[in-house]
């Protein structure tokens, strides 16, 4: 299994734009789809959208279109997910988990999440 | 998009009791390849999300075997055979028959 480690955890303003990380270690990121969920605060899980890098074309779930953007790095085997002008309800933890294969199946690894909280 | 619909919200469970939690499905979950997209995570406190079984009854590696999975087209259930302390969190049946991915509300399991 690839190890995944994201980014450290953020506190931003509404408005302000934020870029948070997801390493996979080892293996070979272009064999991957990548996948990142949210957990709203004493909420379930809810699927942001994800990308294949091999095909370097990300999808979205509806109501996270045009508020994310999903991009990777083969370089340094990173994969982002970016704000340009956060919102209070996009506080939540963001989860991303990786798969071997070019689906968008079962995850079996997870990074350890990324908290954001958007607080004025 | 697919709606998943857990049952129940909530389960007291005593040590050594099993448990089943229902998911069902607005749609079928079984695919033109002829395989069902219905996975099963486990959200222990203070964790992430980790994959217990993937389509329908397939457990991960290194799950216990008192973990099984079971149903087909749109209802699904996952048992615990004799609940162990451990096993409390919250559990989530997800699907990938489609996009958008889509999640249950969850199960909270608790001793």
């Known amino acids: 299994q690839v190890p995944l480690v994201q980014s450290g955890a953020e506190v931003k303003k509404p408005g302000s734009s934020l870029k948070v990380s997801c390493k996979a270690s080892g293996g070979t990121f272009k064999s991957l789809t990548i996948t990142w969920v949210r957990q709203a605060p004493g909420q379930g899980l809810e699927w942001v959208g994800g990308?294949?890098?091999?095909?370097?074309?990300?999808v979205y779930a509806q109501k996270f279109q045009g508020r994310v953007s999903i991009t990777t790095d083969e370089s340094t085997s990173t994969v982002y997910m970016e704000w340009s002008s956060l919102r209070s309800g996009d506080t939540g933890i963001y989860y991303c988990?990786?798969?071997?294969?070019?689906?968008?199946?079962?995850?079996?690894?997870w990074g350890q999440g990324t908290m954001v909280a958007v607080s004025s | 998009d697919i709606v998943m619909t857990q049952t129940p919200l909530s389960l007291s469970v005593t040590p050594g009791q099993p448990a089943s939690i229902s998911c069902k499905s607005s749609?079928?979950?079984?695919?033109?390849?002829?395989?069902?997209?219905l996975h099963w995570y486990l959200q222990q406190p203070g964790q992430s999300p980790q994959l217990l079984i993937h389509?329908?009854?397939n457990r991960l590696s290194g799950v216990p075997d008192r973990f099984s999975g079971s149903g087909s087209g749109t209802d699904f259930t996952l048992k615990i055979s004799r609940v162990e302390a451990e096993d409390v969190g919250i559990y989530y049946c997800m699907q990938t028959r489609q996009l958008p991915l889509t999640f249950g509300g969850g199960t909270r399991v608790e001793i």
């Open positions: 990308v294949i890098p091999v095909f370097n074309i990300p």
């Open positions: 988990a990786i798969r071997d294969g070019y689906n968008f199946h079962a995850f079996p690894v």
């Open positions: 389509e329908v009854s």
């Open positions: 749609q079928s979950l079984l695919h033109t390849d002829g395989k069902t997209y």
